[in-house]
């Protein structure tokens, strides 16, 4: 296993190796620093300049033994993030272990996550796989495969769990609906990449009618661990990595930490083995709340949406990063306000651009028309996912008056996430 770094370890070889580190940690106390003594990682900041990897500041050393993936998965053109072969074991390995509670000895797992593109997603899962404490097999299928051809090979292998991002299992489910089959065999279907919501589950049941549903884990490409599974947890909901990871829920306006539980706030995650690229108070884009009190091993925790600062956006299978949106729009209809609104009806994902138009009706119409063209160009799976009856996609001039702004700071909200997550009531700072 990697070796595990103490905050104080850590800051000090950052502010050694790393020009963006050594600046953003000169106020920080030399020893014994705590962790909010730290600032909050700026996400733009963090990643700009990110493009050229031997140049980027981040980084606290060459990338000469490493390996790399695309942050924004297969749907974008996203960023590189970067593993050491040691950091990527320190990664897969505890993941997997977390995992084993979810699996049986003689469980018969397809893969069906994707690959290709530098997508982590299958990889990821295929070496998680191998690190479990059952005895299982894996059909690596990828998420690619006919479904008509996997429908037979679940049977003929007597496959009885799903692995994959919900998309593709609620496309897998509804190709079985339509031709009228049930797998009474499959009794687990684990998710990840994307919530499943309250909704879906009803898809499933028709065609799963012996499956539970349940998170594989929560992990990103550039954040690493984030939240394991166990079977106590409901939809959307996750335990720390405490030997891996320090989590953190802070308000998204003040960057008071928060320890009181249902108090939303945005997650934030500290790395405690990744030194090349450095994961030190970086806010991964999810808001969330805490379900224990402080001080619990494996503190659980459920995800309450998006964040509004949040940089990337999924929906799907589709993985929108929010500065491209924003160049787009400036650029095609010459608006610097928009949001982008995500909702969903009876299982199917309404996800709508809406942007300021200060053009006659014909011209806003027009560039609507246009940008339209061109998220569909960008995002092919939303081609995909509109033909399967997933994703209802608009995009839409508005007035100013239609732009939501948070309720006490009055700043314009880029994202508007009204996806149900959980049932807890939410509370806000």
């Known amino acids: 296993m990697k070796e595990l770094f103490s905050l104080e370890q850590m800051t ?19 020893q014994s620093p705590a962790l909010n003594d730290i600032p909050l990682i700026d996400n733009s900041h963090y ?45 897969v390995q505890p993941f997997g272990k977390s995992l084993s509670c979810q699996l049986n000895n003689g469980d018969r797992v397809a893969n069906l996550f994707f690959t290709g593109d530098l997508s982590a997603g299958f990889l990821f899962i295929h070496e998680a796989l191998n690190h479990v404490d059952v005895s299982i097999s894996e059909f690596p299928f990828t998420g690619n495969s006919d479904l008509q051809g996997l429908n037979t090979a679940i049977i003929e292998h007597r496959i009885n769990v799903l692995a994959g ?68 947890c409901e939809l959307g909901e ?24 249902q108090r939303v706030g945005l997650l934030v995650v500290t790395n405690k083995s990744r030194r090349l690229m450095p994961i030190l108070r970086y806010p991964v884009g999810d808001r969330a709340c805490w379900l224990e009190p402080a001080g619990t091993p494996k503190r659980k925790f459920a995800l309450r949406g998006r964040s509004a600062l949040s940089q990337r956006v999924r929906v799907g299978m589709i993985s929108l990063v929010i500065d491209e949106i924003h160049a787009m729009i400036q650029q095609m209809a010459g608006s610097e306000q928009w949001q982008l609104r995500i909702e969903q009806v009876e299982e199917i994902d309404h996800l709508s651009v809406n942007w300021v ?42 007035d100013v008056a239609s732009i939501s ?25």
């Open 357 to 398: 138009s200060e053009h006659d009706a014909s011209t806003a119409a027009e560039i609507s028309q246009a940008l339209y063209q061109a998220f569909v160009a960008k995002h092919p799976f939303i081609t995909l996912l509109t033909e399967d009856g997933q994703l209802i996609f608009q995009v839409k001039p508005c």
């Open 47 to 91: 990643w700009h300049g990110s493009h050229d990897l031997a140049q980027w500041p981040v980084l606290t050393g060459p990338v000469d033994d490493a390996m790399f993936f695309k942050t924004g998965g297969t749907t974008s053109k996203g960023k590189l993030a970067v593993y050491t072969h040691g950091e990527w074991q320190a990664l």
């Open 165 to 232: 991002i919900p998309a593709q299992l609620m496309k897998f489910a509804a190709h079985l609906a339509t031709s009228g089959q049930v797998l009474r065999g499959v009794d687990t279907l684990l998710y990840g990449g994307e919530s499943v919501f309250p909704g879906q589950l009803a898809t499933f049941a028709k065609v799963f009618p012996n499956a539970r549903v349940a998170s594989i884990g929560y992990a990103s490409v550039d954040a690493g661990l984030i939240g394991a599974t166990s079977r106590d």
């Open 12 to 30: 000090h070889y950052l502010r050694e190796r790393s020009c963006f580190f050594n600046h953003h940690l000169k106020l920080v106390p030399l």
């Open 238 to 261: 996750h335990r720390t990595f405490d030997d891996h990871t320090l989590l953190e829920i802070v308000d998204e306006q003040t960057g008071q930490v928060i320890n009181e539980c």
């Open 405 to 429: 702004l948070h309720p006490r700071s009055g700043k314009q909200l880029r994202v508007l996430d009204l996806r149900v997550y959980g049932a807890a009531p939410e509370l806000t700072a």
